[in-house]
């Protein structure tokens, strides 16, 4: 257990819908980070987040937005859902160290668009 | 970020030691190596991570030549239940991870 905990676990949506996926980081991490995977694009970076602040943008889309709350959970949405858009989708979290810190996976939201 | 480039896939039988090379030319000075394993339908998990020279913790040793061009991740007397994807990845600090296709592990009986 990675102390990073998401839900739902499974999501089932239709097209055109709008979902949110929560993560709680470990305690005391400061920093949440979204990656998304997919069978034919394996894991991308899809944003982070430190203290509440964006810090990084990767492969999101302008459908998809996220915050970090001030208790540090944070929330990815994800509209106008599309088929490809099913995926899993993975929060990690981690304390900055100075040097390459570690970054903690989540077990993972399952998302499956039909 | 540096690229990487490591084997698609490897074959071992249990009980063997697996030493997995990953190839980061381009790697910077600030940056550092990092190896996660990741089974179907799991988060990547945190299996080692080191600047130069060798690490070793309870489950594997991460070998770096002085170059710090490439790294080995050695894994001793592997089971069944270590089959698994391994990516290498280099960066820096508080940064996104950036994963590449990783190696597939299987372990036979």
């Known amino acids: 257990d990675s102390g990073v905990t998401q839900t739902p676990k499974h999501l089932i949506t239709a097209t055109g819908q709008r979902v949110t996926l929560r993560c709680s980081p470990r305690?005391?991490?400061?920093?949440v980070y979204w990656y998304q995977q997919s069978l034919d694009q394996g894991l991308q970076f899809l944003i982070q987040?430190?203290?509440?602040?964006?810090?990084a943008k990767g492969n999101i889309l302008e459908r998809f937005s996220a915050q970090q709350f001030p208790d540090l959970h944070s929330e990815l949405n994800l509209s106008s859902l599309e088929l490809g858009d099913s995926a899993l989708y993975f929060c990690?979290?981690?304390?900055?160290?100075?040097?390459?810190?570690?970054?903690?996976f989540g077990p993972g939201t399952r998302l499956t668009v039909l | 970020l540096a690229k990487t480039t490591q084997p698609i896939s490897m074959d071992s039988y249990e009980g063997q030691e697996v030493n997995i090379t990953c190839s980061h030319n381009?790697?910077?000075?600030?940056?550092?190596i990092t190896w996660y394993q990741q089974f179907p339908s799991q988060g990547p998990r945190f299996i080692i991570q080191?600047?130069?020279t060798k690490v070793t913790n309870e489950v594997a040793s991460l070998f770096i030549p002085a170059d710090r061009k490439s790294s080995t991740l050695s894994l001793p007397r592997v089971s069944l239940s270590d089959t698994a994807v391994y990516y290498c990845?280099?960066?820096?600090?508080?940064?996104?991870?950036?994963f590449g296709k990783g190696t597939r592990l299987s372990v036979i009986a």
């Open positions: 990690a979290s981690s304390v900055p160290s100075g040097y390459a810190d570690t970054q903690y």
């Open positions: 987040y430190y203290n509440g602040e964006e810090r």
């Open positions: 381009n790697i910077a000075t600030n940056d550092y």
């Open positions: 080191g600047y130069k």
């Open positions: 305690s005391g991490d400061l920093s």
């Open positions: 990845l280099v960066g820096g600090g508080n940064t996104p991870l950036v």
